[in-house]
């Protein structure tokens, strides 16, 4: 289900006064709204964070609801707000945003993705997608690899084989789709996508 909606709950931490019975009283939050909250909302925690996902804005808003009453019965003090996934920007946003309902507006979204892919690969040094391209010959594959080079990828060569780094899935297949046209039959060439990130779109629902 790619139109997930989530209620984003931030508890204060110790170093804003977060104490340690303020923290008991917090764990078993987590309980209590899925007991209210029955199957159709799945609860989980990050640290200070309390996540809850639902299937449409109704369930989204009425567990946000429900969740502003136990913070407050419990005296505690949290930022809570509803957010929806956007699967063309891969990014949860902020419920009053709406989708993009233009291809200019999914351009726009889309481009947001890879900006915040790029900085995410500058940041850490790694491409969560490359192509990867097996060439029958070494001065084929350096051939290659001077060609993506010289067109702004980021290419590393080792023997006969070739690797470009890409920002999204998108890039990457568009790369492999040219290079399966322009490349001899025998080259191997395939995407490979980096796991070591937590996945970001949402999670699968069960209805009420």
């Not at 136990?70 to 003090?77: G, K």
């Amino acid at each position: 289900m790619e139109d997930g909606f989530r209620v984003e709950v931030e508890l204060d931490d110790e170093e804003h006064g977060y104490s340690i019975r303020e923290r008991l009283r917090a764990l078993d939050l987590d309980d209590r709204a899925r007991e209210r909250l029955g199957r159709g909302v799945m609860v989980t925690r990050d640290g200070t964070r309390l996540f809850l996902y639902a299937g449409s804005a109704a369930r989204a808003q009425e567990a946000e609801r429900i969740v502003r009453d136990l913070v407050e019965s419990d005296e505690l003090t949290a930022d809570v707000r509803v957010t929806r996934w956007h699967p063309v920007e891969e990014a949860w946003k902020e419920l009053s945003v709406p989708l993009p309902a233009t291809a200019a507006e999914e351009d726009a979204e889309y481009a947001a993705r890879e900006a915040a892919e790029s900085a995410e690969t500058e940041r850490e040094g790694v491409y969560d997608w490359s192509v990867v391209v097996h060439l029958p010959g070494r001065g084929a594959a350096a051939a290659l690899a001077d060609v993506l080079a010289g067109e702004g990828f980021d290419v590393t060569r080792r023997w006969r084989y070739v690797v470009a780094g890409v920002p999204t899935e998108e890039r990457a297949e568009e790369l492999v789709e040219r290079l399966r046209a322009e490349l001899p039959e025998e080259a191997d060439i395939r995407v490979e996508v980096d796991l070591s990130d937590v996945t970001r779109s949402p999670l699968q629902f069960l209805p009420f």
